[in-house]
C-alpha cells in the first residue's frame, strides 16, 4: 500500500466508526480502500483486485457497476429525486409496489429503509393488528434460535446472537426463541426432513400453550444467514403456516437475506408453498445500489387499520421512505430478473460449482452445504482467531470472504463466470491448506 494509501487509512479509522467492528483491531488490521467496483471484483487504489464472494454483505446481486442499474437511477435522478410519501406520491414506488406485490400474492407495501426497520415494522404492524381486533393481549413475539432479524432495540429483541445482544439485554424486550430447524443439530438416525418436523412439533406445543399473549411467530425463511449459514427443510415452513393459521398468530418471513433469488426461487417461501401474513424484503431488492426495504401483508392486515380514527392507522414514519431512485433501481433489478432468466442461470452455475466442491478431499472441513446461490461449510478443528486469520489469508489472494465463527462461506454476485467461481474456489482451497 502507497503512503498516500496509509494517511487516508489512518483518516478513515479516526473519523469513520465502521460496523461490526472493534475498532482497536484496526490498529493492526488495515482497513481496504476501494476505488471502484465492475463485476465481481472491488479494486483497490493499488489496482489489487478482490472478488467480492460476500456480494458486499449479501446485496449486490448483479454485480458492480451494473450498467441497467446505473442507467434507470440516472434516468429517475432526471425525474425526481425523493418526495414526502405522507400525501404524496410517485411512478416508481407505484410500480414497484404493484410488481412486488404479483410476485408475492401480499398487496400491501410499507417502505423503510434498512432491514432492522422492515422488522420493527413488521412487528409493530402485528401488534397493532391485534391491538384493532380487541386482542391487545397478542403482545409477545416468537422467533427461531439461531435467528437474525437486524439490531436495532425491537429487532434486538427478536435476534439470538449472544455477541450482539448480551451487552443490551436491559434494553430489550423479552422474547422466546423456539429450536433452530438448522439440519446440523438433528440426532443420529434423523435426517433434516425428520428433524424439521420434530422441530415443528415443538413450536406447535409451544403456540398451543401461549398462543393468547403471542402476536408473531419471525423466521427467516430457509437458510438463518448471519449465524453461520443454518440450512432447513421446507416442511418446517409448511408446518408453521398450519400451525399459526390454527392459533391465531402472524407468520412474519424475514426473506431480508434469502429474497429475490438467493435460494434458489425468487422467494424461500415458494419452496415451501406458503404465502405469510408478512413478508420483510431489503438487501437485494435495488440489487445493492441503495438503502431500501418492504413490508408487504394481506387486505386482512391492512382492513383492520381501515378506520375513521386516526389512531386505528399505522402512524409509523421513515423520512427516506419509498425514495424514488431506491425504487427505480429496485425496478430495474426486477427488470434483469424478468429478462435475464436469471434463476435458470443461477441453478448452471450452483450445478458448475457443486461439480468442482466434489472433487475437493484432504480439507479440514465437515457439513458442507448448499441451498441455491448460498454455499458454506465448517472448519474442523479451528484455533481461536481463525476467522480473521482467514479473512486476512484470503484478502491477500484477492479474494473477499467474511467467515463466521468456524464457518466459510460463499454467497457471490449472480453474474459470477465459471472461471471467477474456480478462482474463488482455488484460492480457498489454498488458505485453508495454509496452516490457518
Ligand atoms: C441483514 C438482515 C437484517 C437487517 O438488515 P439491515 O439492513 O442490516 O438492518 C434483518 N434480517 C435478516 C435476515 C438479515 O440478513
Given amino acids: 500500500m502507497t503512503s498516500g494509501n496509509q494517511t487516508w487509512l489512518q483518516r478513515s479509522a479516526h473519523s469513520v466508526w465502521h460496523p461490526c467492528s472493534q475498532m482497536k483491531h484496526h490498529e493492526a488490521l488495515p482497513l481496504v480502500p476501494v476505488k471502484r467496483g465492475e463485476g465481481v471484483w472491488l479494486e483497490d487504489f493499488d489496482g489489487k483486485r478482490y472478488l467480492d464472494g460476500v456480494s458486499s454483505w449479501w446485496v449486490n446481486l448483479f454485480g458492480h457497476n451494473h450498467p441497467q442499474i446505473k442507467t434507470a437511477i440516472i434516468e429517475q435522478l432526471h425525474q425526481l429525486e425523493h418526495v414526502i410519501l405522507a400525501g404524496f406520491t410517485h411512478e416508481p414506488v407505484i410500480q414497484l409496489s404493484e410488481r412486488l406485490s404479483s410476485l408475492t400474492g401480499l398487496g400491501h407495501s410499507f417502505y423503510a429503509s434498512d432491514g432492522a426497520s422492515a422488522t420493527e415494522i413488521a412487528l409493530k404492524m402485528s401488534f397493532h393488528y391485534w391491538r384493532n381486533h380487541g386482542q391487545d393481549a397478542k403482545n409477545r413475539f416468537l422467533s427461531l434460535q439461531n435467528g437474525y432479524h437486524g439490531e436495532t432495540l425491537g429487532s434486538l429483541s427478536v435476534t439470538d446472537v449472544a455477541l450482539f445482544k448480551e451487552t443490551y439485554a436491559s434494553l430489550l424486550r423479552e422474547s422466546v426463541q423456539l429450536p433452530s430447524p438448522d439440519w446440523r443439530l438433528a440426532g443420529p438416525g434423523e435426517d433434516a426432513r425428520q428433524y424439521a418436523l420434530r422441530c415443528a412439533e415443538q413450536a406447535g406445543n409451544y403456540i398451543a400453550q401461549h398462543h393468547d399473549s403471542i402476536a408473531a411467530l419471525i423466521v427467516e425463511p430457509l437458510v438463518q444467514c448471519a449465524t453461520g449459514m443454518a440450512m432447513y427443510h421446507p416442511i418446517y415452513l409448511q408446518r408453521l403456516r398450519e400451525i399459526c393459521d390454527r392459533y391465531e398468530v402472524h407468520l412474519i418471513a424475514d426473506e431480508i437475506a434469502v429474497g429475490f433469488g438467493r435460494t434458489g426461487t425468487m422467494f424461500a417461501c415458494e419452496q415451501a408453498n406458503i404465502r405469510p401474513d408478512f413478508i420483510c424484503l431489503s438487501k437485494g431488492i435495488t440489487g445493492g445500489y441503495l438503502p431500501l426495504s418492504v413490508v408487504q401483508t394481506t387486505d386482512e392486515v391492512y382492513a383492520a387499520f381501515y378506520d375513521d380514527n386516526i389512531t386505528r392507522g399505522f ?68 484455533q481461536p482467531g481463525f476467522q480473521q486469520r482467514f479473512y486476512q489469508a484470503a484478502l491477500q489472494r484477492g479474494l473477499l470472504l467474511r467467515p463466521m465463527g468456524n464457518t466459510v462461506y460463499f454467497m457471490p454476485p449472480y453474474i459470477i463466470t465459471e472461471s471467477e467461481i474456480d478462482f474463488m474456489l482455488e484460492q480457498t482451497v489454498a488458505v485453508l491448506k495454509d496452516s490457518i
Fill in 315 to 382: 402512524l409509523h414514519s421513515h423520512s427516506y421512505t419509498g425514495n424514488a431512485l431506491a425504487c427505480s433501481a429496485a425496478l430495474a433489478t426486477l427488470d434483469i430478473f424478468a429478462q435475464q432468466d436469471v434463476l435458470n442461470s443461477n441453478r448452471r452455475k450452483a450445478a458448475y460449482l457443486n461439480q468442482q466442491l466434489a472433487a475437493w478431499d484432504d480439507l479440514p472441513i465437515s457439513q458442507l452445504r448448499n441451498t441455491g446461490m448460498i454455499w458454506a461449510f465448517d472448519v474442523v478443528d479451528s
